[in-house]
């Protein structure tokens, strides 16, 4: 069963609003990741957690805060967010983050809107 | 550096058509994998299908048909018989040796609308 789920699907938030999206994986993968991704344009990788470790930030803002909790679950924290954030924010999990064959599974996406 | 292009913004066909979405790639790397994941307008990443460097043939599953060309450096979908279901952005993305370290590389996406 390849499924990653997220929480929520939609999600409108004000710039001083502290908010957090959530995402579920039960395929026993140890790395997940967050991606973003604006209308029209593909997705940009924010994070990589291997083995519940964040392993890569790609120099995303600090209002973005990644959690990882256990091997199953990953959050992101999101604070003083701007309009520019809104976006569709997707999490995806793999079985390992170390070589090119992994195949990332991706969740339904969050909907964010920063008003 | 690497580089995914899927030079078709968007494809319009009628309901069954054949339509091949192209897909080019650039890598510096021996080994690396290819993806091709469908993107409906729900907003998940449906994957697809995944290739390998060192396997050229081509795959089949159904209405779908890959055609990987490493010559050309190209890795071609096409859909027969085409159905309203198949509307979606379908991505091109590629993985090299840094693996999900590096996460997926991504084309921009090709807009197939198959209208009725």
């Known amino acids: 069963d390849t499924e990653v789920t997220q929480t929520p699907k939609h999600l409108v938030m004000g710039m001083t609003n502290k908010k957090s999206l959530k995402c579920e994986q039960h395929m026993g993968h140890r790395a997940m990741y967050w991606y973003k991704q604006k209308a029209k344009k593909p997705p940009e990788l924010m994070f990589v957690y291997s083995y519940e470790k964040l392993s890569i930030n790609e120099s995303v803002p600090s209002r973005f805060s990644p959690e990882c909790p256990n091997s199953s679950l990953l959050n992101l924290h999101l604070h003083a967010l701007q309009p520019e954030d809104s976006a569709l924010y997707l999490c995806a999990s793999s079985q390992d983050s170390s070589g090119p064959q992994e195949t990332q599974y991706f969740g339904p996406g969050t909907r964010l809107l920063v008003l | 550096a690497q580089k995914v292009t899927q030079a078709q913004t968007e494809i319009s066909v009628v309901e069954k058509e054949d339509v091949t979405l192209d897909c080019v790639y650039e890598?510096?790397?021996?080994?690396?994998?290819l993806f091709w994941y469908k993107q409906p307008p729900s907003g998940e990443l449906v994957f697809l299908i995944r290739?390998?460097?060192?396997?050229?043939q081509n795959e089949i599953s159904g209405r779908y048909s890959w055609n990987f060309q490493k010559s050309t450096s190209s890795f071609n979908f096409t859909i027969t018989a085409s159905q309203v279901v198949d509307s979606a952005v379908y991505f091109c993305?590629?993985?090299?040796?840094?693996?999900?370290?590096?996460?997926?590389?991504f084309g921009k996406g090709t807009h197939l609308i198959i209208q009725p």
């Open positions: 890598t510096r790397d021996t080994t690396y994998y």
């Open positions: 993305a590629l993985s090299g040796e840094g693996g999900g370290a590096d996460g997926l590389t």
């Open positions: 290739r390998n460097s060192f396997d050229e």
